[in-house]
T-cell receptor
Framework: GENVEQHPSTLSVQEGDSAVIKCTYS??????FPWYKQELGKRPQLIID?????GEKKDQRIAVTLNKTAKHFSLHITETQPEDSAVYFC????????????FGTGTRLLVSP | EAQVTQNPRYLITVTGKKLTVTCSQN?????MSWYRQDPGLGLRQIYY???????DKGDVPEGYKVSRKEKRNFPLILESPSPNQTSLYFC????????????????FGPGTRLTVL
């Protein structure tokens, strides 16, 4: 089955810096890669996703890149702000008619003012 | 307001005492799923349901049961809870994906923090 590894487990940056979180997956059939943000005590919420027919996707300060050959994808946050502090989860899914998400172990991002 | 609700939000119980965590969604979603979240392990799928009366095991189904008698509800049942089931549980729902079709966002409930003593 699919296995998703996520690094780093914690990441501390200064406000205004960029942050990069990386994930690798094992199943070459995976073709959908969402990223979820979980604030302290809250539920995970989708922030951006990418399908395998796209190499990069951007949404304001957030971007995701995908390298299918190397089986890794990354979340990039530019101009970080304190409200970006949260746990971020990557996930991978095979589009076989049902969405079985396999999640990474999470990255705790801390943005210091 | 479109939402996924869970009850209870917090529960402390003792080993062996049967419990049910309810999950309900008002978005007419076919697909529902249960996850548990543990530190350092991320979210792991327990069970999922593609529609009424259609359920299947996820990655960590041992010790859990589910049922899907109505489209909006997907309760998680722990027949004989044990301390290793102490965790944060999330229910999620989405429209039913189809192969090659659009992939729909999974919406998560607020979570249920369960402690089994």
């Amino acid at each position: 089955g699919e296995n998703v590894e996520q690094h780093p487990s914690t990441l501390s940056v200064q406000e205004g810096d960029s942050a990069v979180i990386k994930c690798t997956y094992s199943d070459s059939a995976s073709n959908y890669f969402p990223w979820y943000k979980q604030e302290l005590g809250k539920r995970p919420q989708l922030i951006i996703d990418i399908r395998s027919n796209v190499g990069e996707k951007k949404d304001q300060r957030i971007a995701v890149t995908l390298n299918k050959t190397a089986k890794h994808f990354s979340l990039h946050i530019t101009e970080t702000q304190p409200e970006d502090s949260a746990v971020y989860f990557c996930a991978a899914s095979v589009d076989t008619g049902f969405q079985k998400l396999v999640f990474g172990t999470g990255t705790r991002l801390l943005v210091s003012p | 307001e479109a939402q996924v609700t869970q009850n209870p939000r917090y529960l402390i119980t003792v080993t062996g005492k049967k419990l049910t965590v309810t999950c309900s969604q008002n978005m007419n979603h076919e697909y529902m799923s249960w996850y548990r979240q543990d530190p350092g392990l991320g979210l792991r799928q327990i069970y999922y349901s593609m529609n009424v009366e259609v359920t299947d095991k996820g990655d960590v189904p041992e010790g859990y049961k589910v049922s899907r008698k109505e489209k909006r509800n997907f309760p998680l049942i722990l027949e004989s809870p044990s301390p290793n089931q102490t965790s944060l549980y999330f229910c999620a729902s989405s429209m039913s994906p189809t192969t090659g079709g659009p992939i729909y966002t999974q919406y998560f409930g607020p979570g249920t923090r369960l402690t089994v003593l």
